[in-house]
């Protein structure tokens, strides 16, 4: 039999198989932000064995999940691209996946840049919270939601 991966296997094996040394860190350097959150089932039950990676140009930060579903990135502010509102995209691997799952964290000082941005305006309005960051001291909360009445936005890409 061939070895397995991740699309053949609902895990969980993400965590132990794929960070790397401060892999959190996708900029170590001053003035990063720290975007923290939850990874949460249809329930609102913590997914503790999940991974999320966040990218923007030049950024990569790759965060598993503790037994609270809890996750943590360093990053910093990418620039607008075009029309795009400053973002970071997001991709989702848990238990149960049999693929990837991928949203986008809008910044919340940026409501002129987010109201103008196609892709967020895409979005069915009463929705559109889900994509946005909330400030917190000293970090930016964004909470994913695998399903139910909170449900994160995802697109197929």
Same mark, same amino acid.
């Given at each position: 039999?061939?070895?397995?991966?991740?699309?053949?296997?609902?895990?969980?094996?993400?965590?132990?198989?794929?960070?790397?040394?401060?892999?959190?860190?996708?900029?170590?350097?001053?003035?990063?932000?720290?975007?923290?959150?939850?990874?949460?089932?249809?329930?609102?039950?913590?997914?503790?064995?999940?991974?999320?990676?966040?990218?923007?140009?030049?950024?990569?930060?790759?965060?598993?999940?503790?037994?609270?579903?809890?996750?943590?990135?360093?990053?910093?502010?990418?620039?607008?691209?075009?029309?795009?509102?400053?973002?970071?995209?997001?991709?989702?691997?848990?238990?149960?996946?049999?693929?990837?799952?991928?949203?986008? @964290?809008?910044?919340?000082? =940026? !409501?002129? *840049?987010?109201?103008? #941005?196609?892709? %967020? &305006?895409?979005? /069915?309005? +009463?929705?559109?919270?889900? @994509?946005?960051?909330?400030? =917190? !001291?000293? *970090?930016?909360?964004? #909470?994913?939601? %695998? &399903?139910?009445? /909170?449900? +994160?936005?995802?697109?197929?890409?």
């Amino acid at each position: 039999m061939p070895p397995f991966t991740p699309s053949q296997t609902v895990g969980p094996f993400f965590g132990f198989a794929l960070p790397f040394p401060d892999g959190e860190r996708a900029d170590p350097g001053e003035g990063a932000l720290r975007v923290e959150g939850q990874l949460l089932d249809g329930a609102g039950e913590p997914v503790s064995d999940g991974l999320i990676e966040v990218l923007a140009p030049d950024q990569f930060a790759r965060c598993r999940t503790d037994p609270e579903g809890a996750f943590h990135v360093w990053v910093r502010k990418p620039a607008a691209e075009g029309d795009q509102a400053p973002h970071l995209d997001v991709i989702v691997f848990a238990r149960g996946l049999l693929k990837h799952l991928v949203t986008r @964290l809008y910044f919340p000082d =940026e !409501p002129e *840049a987010n109201a103008a #941005d196609p892709v %967020l &305006q895409a979005v /069915e309005p +009463t929705r559109r919270h889900t @994509l946005v960051a909330r400030a =917190e !001291p000293g *970090a930016l909360r964004f #909470d994913i939601h %695998l &399903q139910g009445p /909170e449900e +994160t936005v995802f697109f197929a890409v």
